[in-house]
C-alpha cells in the first residue's frame, strides 16, 4: 500500500479497502495528551474514510477532515452520516489551495498513518504547523522502519526522518501505541536556518556547478542529504564541461529530472573558500524541465523536496554554497549567511513563471479590497494589480502577509536598531500614488526608492518604461533579482542616490512623464523638478511639520502645484537629503520636544514651568470615534508660530500625554502649551462616545500660548473641518525654487526648507494668524 499517485487512492478506497483501525491505545494517548478542554478545533489530514475525524468530535472537537480521494469522502460520509461537527472536505494539503481551510487556525491537527506517503514533508509540516493556535498540539501518527517489513517500509518512517520532523519543535513527546509512534508535538516548528560547511576538501582549489529549480508553484527544489543538511542539485565539473552543462547533468543524476541546457543560465558567480581552500560555484538558474522527481543517488540522499521560499529561514542546516546560491536568486529569504563576493551574469535570462493557486486567490482579494476602498478607480491600476504577483518581490513573506489588502507593509530590510528601511508598501497606498500620477501610454516614469514590485505596477499599468533609483547596493541586487525572476523587462534599477536623479543618460529628452518618490522626504530634490516634463507629475510623502502626506503635484515651469493630499508614513530618506529632526529631551528624558522644522528654539526655563501649575482651557470643539483630524496636524504645523511636538517617553505625567504618543505644541519664552483630548462621553457603542479638544499650557505665556493654539483648533473646525472624514479641505500648496524672493510668492503661510519655499493657502487664513515663518503679503492684495 505504498501508493503515490491520487488514482490509486481512489481505487484503494472505492474497493472498499481500509486503513488500521484507530486502536484504544491510540485513543486513551490522544485523549489525555491532547484533550478538548471546553471544546476546540481539529484538522485532521489524510483523514480516509474518517473514523479518527469522528472519534474527534467524542473529545469536544470541531473537526475539518480532509483527504484528496473523493471516494474516501464519499464513505466518510456514508458511514458517519449521524456523526455532527465534522466538515468533509475534498482538499490535498500538499498542492491545493488551503483556501477552504479555517483562518482562525486549529488547536489539533493530526496526521495519521499518511506522513509517509508525504513528497514535500518539510514544506507541508511547516505550513501545517503555521495554523496552530496557540498552546496547540500536531499529532503524527506513523509506523516506524525498524518495525515495518522491508516490502511495505514505503509506509514508515526511520528513525532519522523522525529526528527531522521532530526538530525545531518546543516540545515533543513520542509515545507507543501498539507498535505505531505518536508523535505529540508543540511550540513553534521553527528551526533557525544555519549555514554549514562539510568536511575540509583535499583540493588546492574547488569549482562546481548548483542548480536551482522551480517548480509550477514558485518552490524551490532541495534535497536532504546523509550529512543532514538541505542541499541544492550540483556538483563539480568534469573536464571542460561548463558550468550550465554539469548543473543539467547533476540534475539528472541527482534528481532523475531533465532540462535543456539551452534553458539553464550562468547567472552569478560565487567566490568564498572552504576551510581555507578557495571555491568558485556557479549558481545555475534553470528555467525548463521535466520529469518525476526521484532520489537516484539514495547513498547520498535521503530525499527531495520543494520548499516554499517564505520557509527558508527556519529549514535548520544548510549547506553553506546553496544557501549562497538561494540569496543570489532571492536574497534576504535566509538570513545571516557568511560574506562572499559575488559576479551577478545573464541579465539577458527569461524570467520564470509559477505560483501556487492560493497566491492567485489571495491577489484577487487583496485587489478587491484596494478596489472596494475607491483607491483604485481605473482600469489599468485594477488591472495591475490582479496580476502583478506581489508575493515574487518578498519571497521572505508568507502569502497572506504579502497580499494583506489593509495597512501592512511588508519590511524586507532593517538597520542596526531595527528600524524598517526598506518595505514593500501597502498595496492601496501604492494604488492611489500610481492613480495620481495619471500615466499615459507608454510613459516613462522615474522611481526614488528601488523594490521591484511598485516598478513593475507602474511599467503595467503605462506598458512604458521605468527608471529605479536606489541609494543601498543590497536593495538594487534584489530588486534586479526579482524582476530577473518575475519582471515585464520594462525596469532599469540604477544604485545611486535617488535625490540626485537618474543617470543623465537615463533622461529621456523633455524629461521624465511621471516621477514617484516611495520614501519620507523633508524636502523636495531640484532634480526631480529639473528632469520632469513640464505638466508632468511628482508624487511623493512630504514631510511637513513631522507629519506626512503623499502629495501629488504638477509642473508648470519652475513651480510644483500640489493637485492631491493622502495621509500616509513610509520609510526614511537615506541620501544627502536625509534629515534627522532636532530634538530636546526633558524632565530627564521623560518628555522630549521635536523640531522638523528649522532649528529648536530656546527651553530655557521650561522644565522649571512643566514643575509649575499647568493651565488648561477647554476649546468645546468635540470629536466621535473614528473621526479624521491629520488635517488639524497639517493646518497647526503649518500655521503656527513656534510649533513643535510634544513626546511623551514615560507613563502619563505632569502633561497626560500616553507614553509613546507626541502632541502638537507650541513654544513660547520658558513656557508651552500643547493639544490633547479627553473623553467627554462614554458608551458600549463606538458611536455613542466623544472626546473633547483640551489645550494645556505651562509656564508664563502659557495661558496667551494656550488661547493662541485653541483659537487655531477653532479656526480648524470652523474652515477646514467637515463632517465627512474624506471631505476635508486641503490647502493650495505651491513649492518654488529655494532663493524665490518674497514678493514673488502668491499670498499665503510659507515655510521654508533648504531647496524649496512651500507656501500653504488654508480657507479662511486672513491674516489674523501668524505663520511659522512669515506670512506673504502682494501689493495691491487684500
Known amino acids: 500500500m505504498t501508493y503515490t499517485a491520487r488514482d490509486e487512492w481512489e481505487k484503494h478506497f472505492s474497493d472498499g479497502k481500509n486503513f488500521r483501525q484507530v486502536g484504544e491505545r491510540e485513543r486513551k494517548i490522544l485523549a489525555e495528551h491532547v484533550p478538548?478542554?471546553?471544546?476546540?478545533?481539529?484538522?485532521?489530514?489524510?483523514?480516509?474514510?474518517?473514523?479518527?475525524?469522528?472519534?474527534l468530535t467524542s473529545l469536544g472537537y470541531t473537526v475539518d477532515a480532509v483527504d484528496f480521494a473523493d471516494s474516501a469522502l464519499a464513505r466518510a460520509r456514508e458511514e458517519h452520516a449521524d456523526v455532527e461537527g465534522v466538515r468533509w472536505l475534498h482538499l490535498d494539503v500538499e498542492r491545493d489551495d488551503p483556501a477552504p481551510l479555517r483562518e482562525g487556525g486549529y488547536d489539533l491537527i493530526t496526521l495519521r498513518l499518511m506522513y509517509a506517503f508525504v513528497q514535500d514533508r518539510v514544506r507541508v509540516l511547516h505550513a501545517l504547523g503555521e495554523r496552530l493556535r496557540d498552546g496547540g498540539a500536531l499529532v503524527v501518527i506513523t509506523p516506524v522502519?525498524?518495525?515495518?517489513?522491508?516490502?511495505?517500509?514505503?509506509?514508515?518512517?526511520?528513525?532519522?526522518?523522525?529526528?527531522?520532523?521532530?526538530?525545531?519543535w518546543k516540545a515533543v513527546e513520542r509515545l507507543?501505541?501498539?507498535?505505531?509512534?505518536?508523535?505529540?508535538?508543540?511550540?513553534?516548528?521553527?528551526?533557525?536556518?544555519?549555514?554549514?560547511?562539510?568536511?575540509?576538501?583535499?583540493?588546492?582549489?574547488?569549482?562546481?556547478?548548483?542548480?536551482?529549480?522551480?517548480?509550477?508553484s514558485g518552490r524551490v527544489l532541495l534535497g536532504r542529504s546523509r550529512r543532514g543538511m538541505l542541499e541544492l542539485p550540483g556538483g563539480k565539473t568534469h573536464g571542460p564541461e561548463d558550468f550550465a552543462a554539469a548543473a543539467v547533468r547533476e540534475l539528472a543524476e541527482e534528481t532523475g529530472l531533465a532540462a535543456d541546457p539551452a534553458d539553464a543560465y550562468v547567472v552569478t558567480m560565487l567566490v568564498d573558500d572552504s576551510h581555507g581552500v578557495p571555491r568558485l560555484t556557479a549558481v545555475v538558474r534553470i528555467t525548463a524541465w521535466t520529469g518525476t522527481l526521484t532520489n537516484p543517488e539514495a547513498d547520498k540522499f535521503d530525499r527531495w523536496e520543494f520548499l516554499d521560499l517564505h520557509a527558508l529561514a527556519c529549514a535548520g542546516d544548510v549547506f553553506v554554497p546553496a544557501a549562497l546560491a538561494i540569496d543570489s536568486v532571492w536574497p534576504g529569504v535566509i538570513p545571516g549567511l557568511p560574506p562572499v563576493v559575488c559576479y551577478p551574469l545573464a541579465h539577458d535570462r527569461p524570467p520564470v513563471p509559477g505560483e501556487p493557486a492560493e497566491a492567485v486567490r489571495l491577489r484577487r482579494a487583496m485587489a478587491r479590497t484596494v478596489i472596494e476602498g475607491g483607491w483604485a478607480p481605473s482600469a489599468a491600476v485594477r488591472s495591475a494589480l490582479e496580476t502583478v504577483p506581489r508575493h515574487r518581490y518578498a519571497p521572505e513573506a508568507s502569502l497572506a502577509d504579502a497580499y494583506d489588502g489593509g495597512d501592512r507593509a511588508v519590511v524586507t530590510r532593517r538597520d542596526e536598531t531595527g528600524t524598517a528601511i526598506s518595505s514593500?508598501?501597502?498595496?492601496?497606498?501604492?494604488?492611489?500614488?500610481?492613480?495620481?500620477?495619471?500615466?499615459?501610454?507608454?510613459?516613462?516614469?522615474?522611481?526614488?526608492?528601488?523594490?521591484?514590485?511598485?516598478?513593475?505596477?507602474?511599467?503595467?499599468?503605462?506598458?512604458?518604461?521605468?527608471?529605479?533609483?536606489?541609494?543601498?547596493?543590497?536593495?538594487?541586487?534584489?530588486?534586479?533579482?526579482?524582476?530577473?525572476?518575475?519582471g515585464s523587462g520594462r525596469v532599469?534599477?540604477?544604485?545611486?542616490?535617488?535625490?540626485?536623479?537618474?543617470?543623465?543618460?537615463?533622461?529621456?529628452?523633455?524629461?521624465?512623464?511621471?516621477?514617484?518618490?516611495?520614501?519620507?522626504?523633508?524636502?523636495?530634490?531640484?532634480?526631480?523638478?529639473?528632469?520632469?516634463?513640464?505638466?508632468?507629475?511628482?508624487?511623493?510623502?512630504?514631510?511637513?511639520?513631522?507629519?506626512?502626506?503623499?502629495?501629488?503635484?504638477?509642473?508648470?515651469?519652475?513651480?510644483?502645484?500640489?493637485?492631491?493630499?493622502?495621509?500616509?508614513?513610509?520609510?526614511?530618506?537615506?541620501?544627502q537629503q536625509a534629515r534627522t529632526a532636532p530634538v530636546v529631551h526633558l524632565l530627564d528624558g521623560a518628555l522630549s520636544l521635536r523640531f522638523?522644522?528649522?532649528?529648536?528654539?530656546?527651553?530655557?526655563?521650561?522644565?522649571?514651568?512643566l514643575r509649575g501649575p499647568r493651565h488648561e482651557i477647554a476649546t468645546g470643539i468635540t470629536m466621535g470615534a473614528n473621526a479624521y483630524f491629520g488635517s488639524l496636524q497639517l493646518y497647526a504645523a503649518t500655521t503656527l508660530p513656534g510649533f513643535?511636538?510634544?513626546?511623551?517617553?514615560?507613563?502619563?505625567?505632569?502633561?497626560?500625554?500616553?507614553?509613546?504618543?507626541?502632541?502638537?505644541?507650541?513654544?513660547g519664552d520658558a513656557s508651552l502649551a500643547y493639544l490633547t483630548h479627553v473623553q467627554t462621553r462614554h458608551g458600549e457603542d463606538p458611536q455613542d462616545r466623544e472626546w473633547e479638544w483640551v489645550v494645556h499650557a505651562f509656564g508664563e505665556q502659557g495661558p496667551q500660548l494656550a488661547e493662541q493654539l485653541s483659537a487655531t483648533i477653532r479656526a480648524w473646525d470652523r474652515h477646514i473641518r467637515a463632517d465627512d472624514n474624506n471631505e476635508h479641505a486641503d490647502p493650495v500648496l505651491t513649492v518654488h525654487p529655494a532663493g524665490t524672493p518674497t514678493h514673488q510668492l502668491p499670498?499665503?503661510?510659507?515655510?521654508?526648507?533648504?531647496?524649496?519655499?512651500?507656501?500653504?493657502?488654508?480657507?479662511?487664513?486672513?491674516?489674523?494668524?501668524?505663520?511659522?515663518?512669515?506670512?506673504?503679503?502682494?501689493?495691491?492684495?487684500?
Open 596 to 609: 522638523d522644522e528649522g532649528a529648536p528654539a530656546g527651553t530655557h526655563g521650561l522644565e522649571e514651568a
Open 747 to 782: 499670498l499665503g503661510d510659507v515655510l521654508d526648507k533648504t531647496s524649496s519655499r512651500l507656501v500653504f493657502q488654508w480657507p479662511g487664513r486672513n491674516g489674523r494668524l501668524p505663520s511659522p515663518s512669515t506670512t506673504t503679503t502682494t501689493t495691491g492684495a487684500a
Open 145 to 168: 522502519a525498524a518495525s515495518t517489513p522491508e516490502e511495505r517500509r514505503g509506509i514508515a518512517l526511520d528513525e532519522d526522518e523522525i529526528a527531522v520532523l521532530t526538530a525545531g
Open 36 to 55: 478538548a478542554a471546553g471544546g476546540g478545533r481539529a484538522l485532521d489530514v489524510g483523514c480516509g474514510t474518517g473514523d479518527l475525524a469522528a472519534w
Open 424 to 486: 514593500v508598501s501597502a498595496a492601496w497606498l501604492q494604488a492611489d500614488m500610481i492613480e495620481q500620477l495619471r500615466l499615459g501610454p507608454g510613459a516613462i516614469v522615474f522611481e526614488a526608492g528601488s523594490g521591484g514590485y511598485n516598478a513593475e505596477l507602474i511599467a503595467h499599468v503605462a506598458q512604458g518604461r521605468v527608471v529605479s533609483v536606489d541609494i543601498d547596493p543590497w536593495v538594487v541586487r534584489r530588486s534586479r533579482a526579482f524582476l530577473a525572476e518575475a
Open 176 to 216: 507507543d501505541a501498539d507498535g505505531l509512534a505518536v508523535l505529540v508535538l508543540r511550540g513553534p516548528c521553527h528551526t533557525g536556518t544555519r549555514a554549514v560547511e562539510k568536511r575540509p576538501p583535499s583540493a588546492h582549489a574547488l569549482t562546481g556547478a548548483l542548480a536551482v529549480v522551480t517548480d509550477d
Open 644 to 667: 513643535c511636538r510634544l513626546h511623551a517617553h514615560q507613563d502619563p505625567g505632569v502633561t497626560v500625554i500616553p507614553k509613546g504618543r507626541d502632541a502638537p505644541a507650541v513654544l
Open 492 to 575: 532599469t534599477t540604477v544604485e545611486a542616490d535617488a535625490a540626485l536623479g537618474a543617470p543623465a543618460p537615463l533622461v529621456p529628452r523633455g524629461g521624465f512623464d511621471a516621477a514617484v518618490i516611495t520614501y519620507n522626504c523633508w524636502d523636495i530634490s531640484p532634480a526631480w523638478v529639473e528632469q520632469l516634463a513640464d505638466g508632468g507629475r511628482l508624487v511623493m510623502p512630504l514631510e511637513v511639520g513631522g507629519y506626512t502626506r503623499s502629495v501629488a503635484f504638477e509642473r508648470r515651469g519652475e513651480v510644483l502645484h500640489a493637485r492631491h493630499f493622502t495621509y500616509c508614513g513610509f520609510v526614511r530618506d537615506q541620501g
